[in-house]
């Protein structure tokens, strides 16, 4: 422990983190019928990693959210976004069209519904794990050796 | 003739702001300033984009209450709604713009990072003054070698 | 021939879906590499993403050529056009779309070896993820029928570029300001072609290409609408390196790693020369005095002044790679004066020299990086005598050099021929005076290099001999024999050229 004296900063800190990552799912599944969406729960929670790495330090919030896990999750939500897509398409459709996700008679919603959630998820995978990946790479930056000091 | 200006006095500050960063991202020596100014025309666009959208006495594209779907959905709703809102779609690609200024940020910044690791600074101009010297110690190795290559 | 029998073989849903698994394929393999364990997988699957964007582009071209005139429309996610994103496929993409993807499978051939050198033991799979959304980004916005689209397009393929560039710092820092000035210039570009985008969107309300060029006939003389094409064309300037907006080019090509160096000379100024073509001739019309003003006295004076000037600039280089980035600039110059004629043999022959371009400077480049990969060669000093020891690699060089200056019985002769019989078409003759002398500084330049190559002895006379690796020399000889190809029997460069240049002027002719 370094010291007590960010002793507040830590408790206070400790009651946010939750309420933000609940936030942002809040604005997450709230993005259908009100102002919000993915891009904006995806910022919000990578926003608790990063307030967990500035009071705890880089290192704890390593550990609890590894660089790979952050880069496989950019990476997942991309997938996850084309992946309907192709879907669509195996299902006969053109590429992205929910409405062929199921193959539904007209006049069916379902597949425009998981069409659309599971899209807004694959963004909030993107833009969290990216921008968590963007925070470790700029603040976790080791100085490469110079050539002096070989 | 000063209402033709005055009616469009927005696009008026969103110019002006613009034609600051522009100036900003060529002017500045110091790389993080350029960067700023980078950002800040960026951001005008986004304003001119949103200001193109608007529409008089309309607000945010929204659905308010009011104009929530009732009944089955699919239904026609679209003609009669009970208040204007603002075009959706500037709204739409400027959010597009936004995450893409984002990007083009974070990458400008991460190379900072390297040239001030590579160079131990950040401004423009002692970075080409280094860069110079560099090449004038090497062609100058090259004439002491008789231009032999040292691998 | 070859176009019918990939056509006949090729399944039901590649036929339907080719318009865009072009942009998918690549785009989705990117995040998979980046989880790639292994760098030699990253690999394969970088050459099987880019083989398979190229079998859609041989698909699509197929398609295109059975009906000629036609276009096929793709609509994203089933949303009728005007509303929805359109993916639109007609003779001038296909052909663009069929080089860039063609280029990028022969640059991923030869990314490792280059790769495997330059960067010991890195991560690979994360520096191959860039170059595939790179890859993706290009093929895009030669795909899409979308104004807003294109630019998102754009964007993504810039963002990876100047990734790609800034990784040349592992042997050269100079590579980081050099990505660092490109990304100021590139973004600024890009916005410019969002103003643009922005103020012709105001007047028209539309962002489909076709559906704006429907529009504008009854918006002549609309100052947003001239105003949004100003911007648009400074924009794709800066993409295209329209000479004085190329500051940002000889510097991120001599430092990039030598194989994005290739990769971008051969696509990356092309695909943003596409998108003007596509905005000065489908979606406006040449027959408009504003643009017809702007073609004659902004667009050819600033060709001219990049041939001339850039060629000059090149001579006085002693770094290879510098060297042919100026005379890119210049080559941009011939191309953009092909298009600024304004009539269908000017686009048409500026297409053709576009398409050559690609082949010359692509093997020029590879043989540079294959030299620098063999030799550690930079400067044309380190070149010399290199004819003796690198036979293979420097033949296909001085092949293509020959083909840059214009030499018959090369492409590089073909495509300078019809540009000159453009412009005497339209009684340019002192266009065609400066296209001859441009055309004799590119002796000087080419010729420095291929003196020190073939006629000057070794510099170091213990260096054993050594080629390039295979990897690079066969995609350096497909480009080389290309260019001699092309050169003899110049009908299929020249046809798609023709059909380009004739989808590009007609399909925004009202109806």
């Known amino acids: 422990m370094k010291s007590d004296h960010h002793l507040i900063l830590r408790v206070i800190a400790k009651c946010l983190l939750p309420l933000i990552t609940i936030y942002a799912f809040y604005v997450q599944f709230h993005g259908e019928v009100s102002a919000g969406g993915a891009f904006q729960a995806g910022i919000v929670l990578?926003?608790?990693?990063?307030?967990?790495?500035?009071?705890?330090?880089?290192?704890?919030?390593?550990?609890?959210?590894?660089?790979?896990?952050?880069?496989?999750l950019a990476a997942l939500g991309v997938l996850v976004y084309g992946g309907v897509g192709v879907w669509a398409m195996v299902q006969g459709g053109q590429y992205l069209e929910y409405q062929a996700l199921f193959n539904e008679p007209p006049g069916g919603h379902d597949g425009?519904?998981?069409?659309?959630?599971?899209?807004?998820?694959?963004?909030?995978?993107?833009?969290?794990?990216?921008?968590?990946?963007?925070?470790?790479?700029?603040?976790?930056?080791?100085?490469?050796i110079r050539d002096e000091d070989w | 003739m000063w209402d033709i200006i005055l009616e469009r006095g927005s696009y008026w500050a969103i110019i002006g702001v613009m034609m600051i960063g522009l100036y900003i991202a060529f002017?500045?020596?110091?790389?993080?300033?350029?960067?700023?100014?980078?950002?800040?025309?960026?951001?005008?666009?986004?304003?001119?984009?949103?200001?193109?959208?608007?529409v008089a006495n309309a607000t945010a594209p929204i659905l308010l209450p009011d104009d929530m779907p009732k009944g089955a959905y699919g239904a026609e709703r679209v003609a009669d709604l009970a208040h204007a809102y603002s075009n959706p779609l500037p709204h739409v690609l400027m959010l597009t713009a936004i995450v893409v200024g984002v990007a083009t940020l974070s990458l400008g910044l991460a190379l900072i990072v390297r040239i001030n690791e590579a160079y131990a600074t950040i401004e423009a101009d002692e970075i080409r003054a280094s860069d110079v010297e560099v090449q004038l110690a090497e062609d100058a190795d090259a004439a002491r070698t008789g231009g032999e290559v040292v691998i | 021939m070859i176009l019918e029998t990939v056509l006949v073989s090729a399944p039901d849903?590649?036929?339907?879906?080719?318009?865009?698994?072009?942009?998918?394929?690549?785009?989705?393999?990117?995040?998979?590499?980046?989880?790639?364990?292994?760098?030699?997988?990253?690999?394969?699957?970088?050459?099987?993403?880019?083989?398979?964007?190229?079998?859609?582009?041989?698909?699509?071209?197929?398609?295109?050529?059975?009906?000629?005139?036609?276009a096929i429309s793709y609509a994203l996610g089933n949303w009728p056009p005007p509303i929805g994103i359109e993916f639109r496929i007609d003779a001038l993409n296909a052909m663009i779309l069929v080089l860039i993807t063609g280029m990028g499978m022969l640059a991923s051939i030869f990314a490792w070896p280059t790769l495997a050198a330059e960067f010991r033991g890195e991560r690979l799979n994360l520096f191959l993820c860039a170059f595939l959304l790179c890859f993706a980004g290009l093929a895009g916005v030669a795909a899409t029928g979308d104004a807003f689209n294109l630019f998102v397009f754009l964007e993504v393929s810039s963002l990876a570029t100047y990734v790609l560039v800034a990784m040349g710092a592992g042997k050269d820092r100079r590579a980081l300001p050099a990505a660092f000035d490109y990304l100021i210039m590139g973004t600024l570009g890009a916005s410019f072609y969002v103003i643009g985008v922005g103020l012709?969107?105001?007047?028209?309300?539309?962002?489909?290409?076709?559906?704006i060029a429907a529009q504008l006939p009854?918006?002549?003389?609309?100052?947003?609408?001239?105003?949004?094409?100003?911007?648009?064309?400074?924009?794709l300037g800066l993409k295209a390196a329209m000479w004085p907006l190329h500051q940002w080019l000889p510097n991120a090509y001599a430092f990039a790693p030598g194989f994005v160096a290739m990769?971008?000379?051969?696509?990356?100024?092309?695909?943003?020369?596409?998108?003007?073509?596509?905005?000065?001739?489908?979606?406006?019309?040449?027959?408009?005095?504003?643009?017809?003003?702007?073609?004659?006295?902004?667009?050819?004076?600033?060709?001219?002044?990049?041939?001339?000037?850039?060629?000059?600039?090149?001579?006085?280089?002693?770094?290879?790679?510098?060297?042919?980035?100026?005379s890119s600039v210049a080559q941009v110059g011939y191309i953009l004066l092909g298009i600024s004629v304004g009539t269908a043999a000017g686009v048409s022959a500026g297409l053709l020299h576009l398409f050559n371009h690609s082949l010359m400077k692509g093997a020029l480049f590879m043989a540079v990086a294959g030299i620098c990969l063999a030799y550690q060669a930079r400067t044309i000093r380190d070149f010399a005598g290199l004819g003796r020891s690198a036979p293979f690699t420097m033949a296909a060089f001085g092949i293509a050099g020959l083909s840059l200056?214009?030499?018959?019985?090369?492409?590089?002769?073909?495509?300078?021929?019809?540009?000159?019989?453009?412009?005497?078409?339209?009684?340019?003759?002192?266009?065609?005076?400066?296209?001859?002398?441009?055309?004799?500084?590119?002796?000087?330049?080419?010729?420095?290099?291929?003196?020190?190559?073939?006629?000057?002895?070794?510099?170091?006379?213990?260096?054993?001999?050594?080629?390039?690796?295979?990897?690079?020399?066969?995609?350096?000889?497909?480009?080389?024999?290309?260019?001699?190809f092309y050169g003899i029997d110049a009908s299929f460069p020249a046809g798609l050229a023709a059909d380009g240049a004739a989808a590009a002027l007609a399909l925004g002719a009202p109806q």
């Open chain 3, 13 to 70: 849903w590649a036929v339907r879906h080719a318009a865009v698994l072009i942009v998918v394929v690549p785009m989705l393999l990117a995040p998979l590499l980046a989880l790639s364990p292994s760098n030699r997988l990253a690999w394969v699957l970088t050459i099987a993403g880019t083989a398979a964007a190229f079998w859609f582009s041989l698909i699509l071209l197929a398609i295109i050529q059975e009906v000629p005139g036609s």
């Open chain 3, 218 to 235: 009854a918006l002549s003389g609309n100052r947003s609408v001239q105003a949004g094409l100003a911007f648009i064309i400074v924009g």
């Open chain 1, 112 to 144: 425009q519904h998981a069409g659309i959630i599971l899209v807004e998820l694959g963004v909030l995978f993107a833009v969290a794990g990216a921008m968590v990946s963007i925070f470790y790479a700029l603040a976790g930056r080791v100085a490469e």
């Open chain 3, 263 to 326: 990769f971008l000379s051969a696509t990356a100024t092309k695909v943003a020369l596409y998108a003007l073509i596509r905005w000065l001739f489908t979606i406006f019309q040449p027959e408009l005095a504003f643009e017809a003003a702007l073609l004659k006295w902004v667009l050819a004076p600033l060709a001219m002044a990049a041939m001339l000037i850039c060629s000059v600039q090149a001579i006085f280089q002693s770094d290879v790679r510098r060297m042919l980035a100026y």
């Open chain 3, 200 to 211: 012709i969107y105001a007047a028209t309300g539309t962002l489909n290409m076709a559906d």
């Open chain 1, 46 to 72: 990578a926003v608790t990693v990063i307030l967990y790495a500035l009071i705890f330090g880089l290192a704890e919030a390593m550990r609890a959210v590894p660089p790979w896990f952050a880069r496989g």
């Open chain 3, 405 to 484: 200056i214009g030499v018959p019985l090369t492409a590089g002769f073909i495509s300078k021929m019809q540009l000159g019989y453009a412009l005497l078409d339209q009684g340019w003759w002192w266009a065609v005076a400066v296209l001859v002398f441009a055309s004799f500084l590119a002796v000087f330049y080419i010729g420095r290099i291929l003196q020190a190559v073939f006629f000057e002895p070794p510099l170091n006379p213990r260096k054993n001999n050594k080629e390039a690796p295979l990897l690079l020399l066969i995609p350096l000889w497909i480009l080389a024999l290309a260019n001699i």
């Open chain 2, 27 to 54: 002017s500045a020596e110091n790389l993080i300033k350029r960067l700023v100014g980078l950002s800040m025309f960026q951001t005008t666009i986004c304003l001119f984009y949103v200001q193109l959208s608007n």
